[in-house]
Structures are given as structure tokens and as C-alpha cells.
């Protein structure tokens, strides 16, 4: 059974920091580029971090980029999301997702609210 399951969220103040984490169970881990999404109310669901099967690359939304630090441990089967310099914008639900291309293969964790007070 395919899960991912995120934790981590919750309410914090702007400029403050959470790290979400992302633990994933029922597939090989390390063949899935990992992706942290997230969804205001009212907004598209948008790409905030991703990082390829071996985290030797990475990109950023340019939202995000000098605040978010996306990593992964493939030996744990976890991924998370270190996020510093909160600002109210940043408050969604955010997902977790894991993708692999070539097996048209991609699994979505249930989320995790971040709310960030001004």
C-alpha cells in the first residue's frame, strides 16, 4: 500500500521557520523525484521544491528560493522541506508528491496545513 504522510505543519509566526517532512512507504523511494506542492484557498495547487531521485539536483519556485531547502533520505525514505523567513504567503496546505515518468507513476500524500500569522 502506497502512502506518503506529511507532518510538520502547523501555525507560526512571520519570519519564523517549520520543517515539513514527508514519510514514504509501499513503492522504491529512490526511483521517485520528490516534489513539495502547496494550495492557498482559492489558488491553484503550485510547485514550491523538487528534488531528483538521488538529490543531486533541485529546483525552487522563486517564491521560495533563499528561504526553502528541499532535501532527502533515501536510506530513511523521507523528504522534507526546511522553510525559514515565513511570510503570511506562505500559508497553504502543502503536499507531498512522488513521481516517476517513466513508470507514469505519481503518488500524493494528504497535506499538511502551514498558516503564518502577520
Known amino acids: 500500500q502506497v502512502q506518503l504522510v506529511e507532518s510538520g505543519g502547523g501555525l507560526v509566526q512571520s519570519g519564523g521557520s517549520l520543517r515539513l517532512s514527508c514519510a514514504a512507504s509501499?513503492?522504491?523511494?529512490?526511483?521517485?523525484?520528490m516534489t513539495w506542492y502547496r494550495q492557498a484557498p482559492g489558488k491553484k495547487r503550485e510547485l514550491v521544491a523538487s528534488?531528483?531521485?538521488?538529490?543531486?539536483?533541485?529546483n525552487y519556485a522563486d517564491s521560495v528560493k533563499g528561504r526553502c531547502t528541499i532535501s532527502r533520505d533515501n536510506a530513511k525514505n523521507m523528504v522534507y522541506l526546511q522553510m525559514n523567513s515565513l511570510k503570511p504567503d506562505d500559508t497553504a496546505v502543502y503536499y507531498c508528491?512522488?513521481?516517476?515518468?517513466?513508470?507514469?507513476?505519481?503518488?500524493w500524500g494528504q497535506g499538511t496545513q502551514v498558516t503564518v500569522s502577520s
Open positions: 508528491n512522488a513521481d516517476q515518468p517513466f513508470l507514469s507513476s505519481t503518488y
Open positions: 509501499g513503492f522504491t523511494f529512490s526511483h521517485y523525484h
Open positions: 528534488i531528483v531521485t538521488d538529490g543531486s539536483m533541485t
